[in-house]
């Protein structure tokens, strides 16, 4: 029988954590605590221990808590926020809805993170704020980016949505700069049954403002600001609070799989592959995507399908430069060339051993 390997099953975590779940949910259903209660404050303080962060707050999702913390920090209309051409539309439309423009960034060819190098020729005199996207579980290059954010006086955002459990020379992902965003929709490396996310921030003055902005404005029986009702649910609260404490068991799944591609395929030279899972090296990954670069990549999507084996392209194939009606301006054709011919093999904790070499495999017999 051909093997099915779906490029992610929905159903893995809650067949091996459901009955806990469970638990966990009637446990808080019947004590009726459903809207900010204890088990939001448990799981924002273990987040925040876990990132090495001083403050999370527990929010709706992470576009949602995106755009309260640029609003925290004071970006507003008129103001231009540079961001990176290959990530979701969600980090865009979290700028948009400030009222600020989303000006894009060309990516690198190694990682397709943003290019450090072509960020000083999209600074104008309203750029005030860079938001990097840590895709794929890997932190971009923050040492650079620090020092031209600190030349250009530019506030720093980081969209850790697709980066729990990444680090740059020791630092967690979203600590770099005035706080980060991070998901838990349900295929992210911490998911929940349904939609989630949090903030986290090492300054008190835009925790508090957060704090207020995802609860209708509302902060210490006063309403100060105008704000959202953007809160996470109490019930998913404990359940990512019980699911936070598997997470480096799943991140270390993951860095064995992506050995395990990165082994078998390195011969292949009509690919490129993300970088080694190195432990003594400035960036620790955590593989939320396992995202290659494919010559012939269409064909190749084709022939896995036929065996298969699913894959799937970011953001639906196009990058934030090819949604023309949204304005956000143009990028080298460098990029877009690198960005056309990415694809994501299967890469979660449902993911055998077994099945990277099966794809491996089917991988290196197409390109003969
Ligand atoms: C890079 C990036 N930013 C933002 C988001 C949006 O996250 P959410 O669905 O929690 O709003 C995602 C989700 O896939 C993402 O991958």
Redesign the pocket.
């Known amino acids: 029988m051909k093997k099915n390997i779906p490029f992610y099953r929905y159903k893995h975590l809650y067949n091996l954590h459901g009955k806990k779940i469970i638990k966990i949910v009637d446990k808080v259903a019947r004590a009726g605590r459903y809207i900010m209660q204890k088990e939001l404050s448990d799981f924002e303080k273990n987040f925040a221990k876990f990132t090495n962060s001083k403050y999370c707050i527990g929010v ?7 755009q309260m913390l640029l609003i925290a920090a004071g970006i507003k209309k008129g103001d231009e926020v540079l961001l990176s051409m290959h ?2 539309i ?2 865009a439309s ?1 700028v948009y809805f400030t009222g600020a423009k989303p000006v894009l960034l060309d990516i690198k060819e190694d990682d397709y993170l943003i290019d450090e190098k072509k960020i000083e020729k999209k600074i104008s005199s309203k750029t005030k704020a860079i938001i990097v ?3 794929n579980g890997r932190i971009a290059n923050m040492e650079v980016i620090l020092k031209i954010a600190n030349k250009y006086k530019l506030k720093v955002f980081e ?1 850790s ?2 980066a729990l459990g990444a680090y740059y020379k020791n630092y967690h992902s979203g600590t770099f700069g005035y706080g980060g ?5 349900p ?2 490396i911490l998911g929940c049954l349904g ?3 949090a903030v986290i921030t090492n300054n008190k003055s835009i925790y508090k403002k957060i704090l207020a902005l995802r609860d209708h404005g509302r902060h210490e029986n006063d309403i100060s600001i105008w704000g959202f009702n953007a809160r996470l649910d109490n019930i998913e609260a404990a359940t990512l609070d019980y699911l936070l404490k598997k997470v480096p068991g799943f991140i270390k799944k993951r860095r064995s799989l992506a050995r395990i591609y990165n082994r078998e395929l390195k011969s292949v030279w009509q690919l490129k592959l993300p970088p080694e899972p190195k432990i003594n090296s400035n960036n620790f990954d955590s593989y ?1 995507n396992y995202e290659i670069y494919a010559v012939n990549s269409d064909k190749l999507c084709k022939y896995l399908k036929a065996n298969n084996v699913g894959t799937l392209r ?1 953001w639906g194939g196009k990058s934030l430069n090819n949604f023309k009606k949204l304005k956000m301006g143009k990028v080298d054709n460098k990029s877009n060339k690198i960005f056309k011919d990415l694809v994501m093999l299967p890469m979660n904790i449902s993911v055998t051993q077994s099945e990277v070499m099966h794809i491996s495999n089917l991988i290196k017999r197409f390109y003969g």
């Open positions: 709706s999702n992470a576009t949602d808590g995106l990530t979701m969600a980090t979290a996207t840590q895709l969209d949505a697709q965003c991070f998901s838990f929709y295929a992210k939609d989630g996310g939320q970011q």
